[in-house]
């Protein structure tokens, strides 16, 4: 049932050609029908389900040399008790293909309606500059490639984790903490374990700390399990 949960919420929107990299997002119906999209070089995106509760998302001409970049988020849009995640990405010189599940309250896969945003070398936003000051990691769990923890100022590999307890981490992004800025979170696997975040992102410049990421089993026990994060500064 609702309750009064902290929470963190981004809103963008992009039109025409040359974000500062690859990127795209899709606002779906369960039916695959596309609400809103964009993407980066102007081409289509689709959406195809695949079963109650999945769906494959291709962002295709933001393609890149794979086999796993960038970042990716998807936030559930429904009016009951919904998550959804990303099972996993995969990134080709055409296209990128976001495979998405969604789950409810008993943790049984659900169709529902859902956005999700790609990134690679640019911020959740979509352009280069501004803002200047953004990063995103992915734990697997443990490292995930090199291509998908990326540090605006610093380059690939900078941001770090580390293990703060049972189902925590505390993750840093180095020179990048500078306000106002979003952090978000989502989790990455094909079961119904989710994250959130454990307390407010903390900067002390020039630096970013997310204290702590937190990840749970649908019956809410902790749990180290996959997720993406990203940060992005409006500066």
């Not at 500062?20 to 809103?36: K, R």
Request: proline share 8%; hydrophobic share 40%; with cysteine.
């Amino acid at each position: 049932m609702p309750d009064n949960s902290g929470f963190s919420a981004f809103f963008t929107t992009a039109s025409g050609a040359g974000a500062g990299g690859p990127y795209g997002y899709v606002h779906t119906q369960p039916t695959g029908a596309i609400i809103s999209q964009y993407n980066a070089v102007g081409a289509p995106n689709s959406v195809t389900p695949l079963g109650v509760g999945q769906w494959s998302v291709k962002f295709p001409g933001i393609g890149s040399g794979g086999p796993v970049d960038g970042s990716v988020q998807v936030t559930a849009a429904a009016s009951v008790p919904t998550r959804c995640k990303a099972r996993n990405w995969v990134s080709t010189g055409a296209q990128q293909e976001v495979i998405v599940f969604c789950f409810n309250s008993a943790g049984a896969l659900v169709n529902s309606r859902f956005t999700v945003t790609y990134q690679q070398k640019t911020s959740l936003y979509g352009p280069a500059i501004p803002p200047k000051y953004f990063g995103y990691l992915w734990h697997v769990p443990g490292a995930g490639p090199a291509t998908t923890n990326f540090n605006s100022v610093l380059g690939f590999g900078a941001n770090t984790l580390i293990a703060a307890g049972p189902g925590l981490s505390l993750v840093t992004f180095p020179q990048i903490g500078f306000l106002p800025l979003n952090v978000q979170v989502t989790a990455v696997g094909s079961n119904s374990n989710f994250c959130g975040m454990n307390f407010p992102w903390t900067v002390s410049a020039p630096h970013l700390y997310v204290r702590d990421v937190n990840c749970f089993t649908n019956a809410g026990a902790a749990v180290s399990t996959g997720f993406t994060v990203t940060a992005n500064s409006r500066l």
